[in-house]
């Protein structure tokens, strides 16, 4: 029984040993994108069949004998010839007429490839065959936008490895550059600050959202303009500003301009005037800006009495 036992054991093990041993190699595909490039990385796929015309059989016929002759007291006879051989003696025994294979036929053979097409934004990017790999990088152009694209791959020997992708890529975050601008106060002019409308960039004053513009600042006063991304999408350079700050400093050298001194006109009055001749006298002033528009005034309104008193003395000269 043990020996029975022992021979099944030995019988498995020679069966186990003989098995072959074969590694698998699956086909693989990785289709990848960035913002930047789309990356199409196929392996493992079967080798492509080159495509082979059929070739013609080229021969000729040719004619053969068996000689025959008595040789060391018996017949001897040769095996197919195309001419006698050596020495004497030799008949002709048997004839006949065979067909001579110069070179055989080739059957035709149909070429086989695997295909891939890649299409980026519609646009047709690659469209060719390949054999056991293909490993290509295409760029997608602008990163900061997103880009469509569609891979088709055809396997000639296995269609379940056949592959349709469509995806599309993710935008790099784009750089983006707040500015805000100030201007200080004049004489004759308050300060101001200009938030520049820049896309991604939000700006807040006190932490609260303000729209871009020009903005008026009360002298002495400080304003303080932050800046931050409106989403993922944009981003800061490291080196980017992102606060703004100014105080408008009222200036100190500031003058009232004195407006010009009118000189003093005599007027003369026309035949038989009652009235007699009048001056206009301006009067300086100096001082604050009301004071001299006050004495402006003043002037313009003494020269108007002025001139209707002597049309007043033209018209009671003409009754006389």
């Known amino acids: 029984m043990i020996k029975k036992i022992l021979f099944a054991l030995a ?3 020679i069966s186990f040993a003989v098995l072959p041993t074969t590694t698998a190699s ?24 080159q495509a082979q015309a059929a070739v013609q059989e080229q021969s000729h016929m040719e004619t053969q004998h068996k000689y025959t002759r008595w040789q060391s007291y018996q017949w ?8 006698a051989p050596a020495g004497t003696g030799w008949t002709i025994t048997s004839t006949r007429t065979v ?17 891939v097409k890649v299409t ?4 047709v990017k690659a469209d060719t065959t390949f054999g056991t790999t293909y490993n290509t990088i295409f760029s997608l152009g602008d990163k900061y936008v997103s880009h469509n694209y569609n891979v088709t791959v055809v396997a000639y020997d296995n269609h379940q490895y056949d592959v349709n992708k469509s995806g599309t890529s993710t935008p790099c975050p784009k750089p983006v550059v707040p500015s805000v601008t100030f201007t200080q106060p004049t004489c004759t002019t308050l300060g101001s600050y200009t938030i520049v409308a820049v896309e991604g960039v939000q700006y807040k004053i006190n932490g609260e959202v303000v729209a871009a513009g020009t903005y008026p600042a009360q002298n002495g006063s400080t304003v303080t303009v932050t ?3 409106t989403s993922a999408s944009f981003v800061f350079d490291k080196n ?13 050298d500031c003058t009232v301009e004195q407006p010009p001194v009118v000189p003093t006109t005599p007027v003369t009055p026309g035949k038989g005037s009652v009235l007699g001749a009048s001056t206009i006298t301006t009067l300086p002033y100096t001082g604050s800006s009301a004071s001299v ?16 008193g002597f049309a007043l003395r033209r018209a009671f000269s003409t009754k006389a």
């Open 11 to 13: 019988v498995l093990g």
């Open 26 to 49: 699956a086909h693989t595909n990785s289709i990848s994108s960035t913002c930047e490039a789309l990356t199409v990385n196929l392996i493992n796929y079967a080798p492509e069949v």
């Open 76 to 83: 001897v006879t040769t095996d197919w010839l195309t001419a």
């Open 99 to 115: 067909k001579i294979v110069d070179k055989a036929a080739v059957a035709a053979v149909v070429g086989k490839s695997n295909t």
């Open 120 to 123: 980026i934004d519609g646009v």
């Open 227 to 229: 800046a931050s991304a």
């Open 240 to 252: 980017t500003k992102v606060s703004f700050s100014s105080t408008f400093t009222a200036p100190q």
């Open 293 to 308: 528009i006050a004495a402006t005034a003043f002037s313009i309104f003494a020269a108007i009495s002025t001139i209707l």
